[in-house]
């Protein structure tokens, strides 16, 4: 008699495919980032990277550059997904499709067209472009996970505060947006954590006068400096990780913010 | 006009070209605990929102101490409200959920904090203030949201039922609280709720409530002793509503016998509806001095009473509380004495449309063109009246096979037979008589057979 095959059975291709293409590659980026050439422990990577001005340099404004963007993003975000989900101001559904819509399109072809239109208007390529090609990248981002909490906000809180006294300005800032704060905290996690990594933009956007960190962590990995490129990938994993778990200290409300 | 504290004019509101109140007139006096009391779907609820001003009115106006308030916004207005599902601040805590109105009035803290646990001993929550309100059980978060609206000593507090979500002790608690709190702050409460116990049990007045119109205003004992029409015979308490006849003033027929009465003016010899209340027939074993004699179909336990349903010698089927248990199938004898017997005023006595005539045996109305007779002489397009008696419009299991599709909108049982009002697909009502059993919201075909179709010129 053939054994009925237990339900958690079920889970292996996933386990297998996790395994193969994330815990893999992520043993691999630390084995390299803290190996040599000929595979013995090391830290010269870390150090290197630690002492190397241009790198840290980089990393620097790659920082800057992104909190700019998610502070672009979010301000400019947070009242599109308000508007969206004011009943009196959107009527269509529609329009909610009209700013998603972007993200349908390949992000390099947006970029590159983008570079394009820069060039035909005679426009400098500089920092300037650079944020602006992030902000029209990652802007649909911001606004997605902001919509969707809005959109689940009992309106009954809202007029709970204005019924105790509350202006409409006292409603937003004292109800709508502290309730919103987890899609604000998948917004930022979700502009900001690309941002760090990007390379793309940046070539494209500032003919690569501007390196960001990706951009520096392509060039190694290019240059056949596996070791020191892992060590770099690394740092910014563990970037991301730390701003994950900042964003992320209000756990139980996460799941809301809906990462799409 | 004094001490009206709220004064409701010619209030009417549509939504979606639908009308949701129609001509809502009505006044609370200063510190009355007035209740809007009806089905789900009748508009209470809209009122209370235009009084708290999250809707404004299509028509009419709302004064608070002899002032339209139309202009001023919700968060001007000195009310509060308890919220149905009481919407407490999920990102605050008990005290701060309580002193929010507090804090956007800028009162010094150490005020806030005495009002905030003044509030909570009043509404025995002492000791939650750190408490988060999603740890809070359905009865204290209940609690609180009345705190975090008495906590700004509101002129009116509106209540939006807001005990539909507690289960029953914990409601009927609630109940007396809430009478005790009324009666010790003296603010003025208007209460919304569907459950007619509940308005009986609060109220100092009820307005009853039915599809956007008032049904009546009065106090618990006035609406439920005297209802003014059958909707709030049936809609409050247990009743027997019966057809009858006014013989004279002070002379009512009804289930095939004459009883003394004591409501005058009707006219005589007029159509009436008969309310009497089972607990209003008095039942005993001799039939001798009993004014009509009955066979008891059944009887059940109630807890306090038993529920017995009687059928009389000539068919009428009665219920009737008492706390003696009568045995099933014996007879018995039963006797109405005149003033428990509330005669009201019949709404209709027959169905009459609007209708024009198409040929000379066609009448259109309801959006149907009807085989009828039509009398000779009247031209096609000509304006008519159709009359069609209760008992003659026929009820069809499947909508397709009649001639108008409807849906039993209301119905009530008359004793003998089952009074339905039907809503057809047009929003037009018409009003059957039938022995069938249907209800509320079953589907039916409407047929009419062309001789039951009377066409007045």
Redesign the interface.
């Known amino acids: 008699m053939m054994k009925p095959i237990h339900r958690s059975s079920w889970c292996l291709p996933y386990v297998v495919f996790m395994a193969i293409f994330v815990v893999l590659p992520l043993i691999l980026i630390g084995f390299y980032a803290f190996s040599d050439g000929n595979g013995h422990f090391t830290l010269a990577n870390f150090t290197k990277f630690f002492q190397d001005k241009d790198s840290l340099a980089t990393f620097a404004l790659s920082i800057e550059v992104a909190i700019e963007n998610t502070a672009i993003c979010l301000l400019l975000g947070y009242p599109v997904a308000w508007i969206l989900t004011n009943k009196k101001l959107n009527k269509s559904a529609v329009t909610i499709i009209l700013f998603i819509l972007p993200m349908w399109v390949n992000a390099l072809m947006r970029t590159l067209a983008t570079a394009e239109l820069f060039t035909m208007f005679g426009i400098t390529l500089g920092k300037g472009t650079l944020l602006y090609g992030m902000v029209y990248d990652y802007l649909p981002f911001m606004i997605y996970p902001i919509y969707n909490t809005l959109q689940k906000i009992d309106p009954s809180y809202a007029e709970a505060a204005e019924d105790l006294g509350a202006t409409p300005w006292r409603v937003f800032w004292k109800v709508t947006v502290p309730l919103s704060k987890p899609g604000i905290m998948s917004g930022i996690m979700m502009v900001f954590m690309p941002t760090v990594s990007t390379f793309a933009i940046s070539e494209f956007l500032t003919n690569n006068k501007i390196k960001l960190f990706g951009t520096i962590i392509q060039e190694k990995i290019y240059a056949s400096m596996w070791n020191y490129g892992a060590a770099l990938a690394f740092i910014m994993l563990i970037i991301i990780g730390i701003t994950t778990l900042l964003t992320n200290n209000d756990s139980d409300n996460q799941v809301e913010g809906g990462l799409i | 006009m004094a001490n009206h504290i709220i004064d409701i004019q010619n209030l009417s509101k549509s939504f979606g070209g639908k009308k949701v109140l129609d001509n809502i007139s009505f006044y609370v006096r200063q510190g009355e605990f007035v209740t809007l009391l009806g089905p789900s779907g009748c508009g209470k609820t809209t009122i209370l929102r235009q009084i708290?001003g999250?809707i404004s009115p299509d028509e009419g106006c709302i004064l608070l101490d002899g002032n339209d308030i139309a202009q001023i916004?919700?968060?001007?207005r000195p009310?509060?409200?308890v919220?149905q599902?009481y919407?407490?601040?999920?990102?605050l805590d008990v005290y701060d959920n309580i002193a929010?109105?507090l804090k956007?009035?800028k009162e010094p803290q150490e005020e806030i904090d005495k009002k905030v646990r003044k509030v909570l001993k009043l509404v025995s929550m002492s000791d939650y203030e750190d408490r988060d309100v999603e740890s809070l059980s359905g009865g204290q978060q209940q609690r609180v949201a009345i705190a975090?609206?008495l906590v700004?000593q509101p002129k009116v507090l509106l209540l939006d039922e807001p005990l539909a979500a507690l289960d029953l002790k914990m409601r009927k608690d609630m109940q007396i609280e809430l009478k005790e709190m009324h009666e010790k702050l003296g603010i003025t409460f208007i209460y919304v709720t569907h459950d007619q116990e509940e308005a009986l049990t609060l109220s100092d007045t009820i307005v009853v409530l039915n599809e956007g119109k008032i049904q009546q205003i009065g106090t618990p004992a006035d609406i439920y002793n005297e209802p003014q029409n059958s909707f709030v015979a049936d809609f409050i308490g247990e009743s027997n509503i019966l057809n009858g006849r006014m013989i004279c003033d002070r002379k009512v027929e009804f289930i095939g016998h004459e009883f003394n009465c004591v409501d005058e003016g009707f006219g005589d010899d007029v159509p009436v509806d008969v309310v009497i209340r089972p607990e209003d027939i008095y039942i005993m074993n001799q039939t001798e001095g009993a004014q009509f004699t009955a066979k008891v179909k059944s009887c059940t336990f109630k807890g306090v009473h038993y529920e017995m349903y009687v059928e009389t010698e000539n068919g009428f089927e009665l219920q009737i509380q008492d706390y003696n248990a009568f045995a099933v199938g014996s007879t018995v004898g039963l006797v109405i004495k005149p003033q428990d017997i509330q005669v009201m005023k019949k709404e209709r006595v027959c169905n009459t449309f609007d209708g024009t005539v198409v040929d000379d045996s066609h009448v259109c109305f309801l959006g149907e063109d009807f085989e009828c007779r039509v009398p000779a002489g009247l031209q096609s397009g000509a304006e008519v009246k159709v009359q069609v008696p209760f008992d003659k419009i026929e009820l069809l299991d499947y909508q397709e096979d009649g001639a108008l599709a409807g849906e039993v909108h209301f119905l009530l049982y008359k004793g003998d037979h089952y009074h339905l009002e039907i809503k057809t697909d047009d929003d037009d009502r018409l009003w059957v008589d039938t022995n069938d059993i249907w209800d509320k919201g079953d589907l039916v075909g409407i047929s009419i057979a062309a001789d039951d179709i009377k066409v007045i010129a």
Do not use: I, S, V
Not at chain 2, 73 to 76: D, I, S
């Open positions: 708290a999250f916004p919700p968060y001007q009310l509060n409200t919220f599902r919407a407490l601040f999920p990102h929010f109105g956007l009035k975090r609206a700004n």
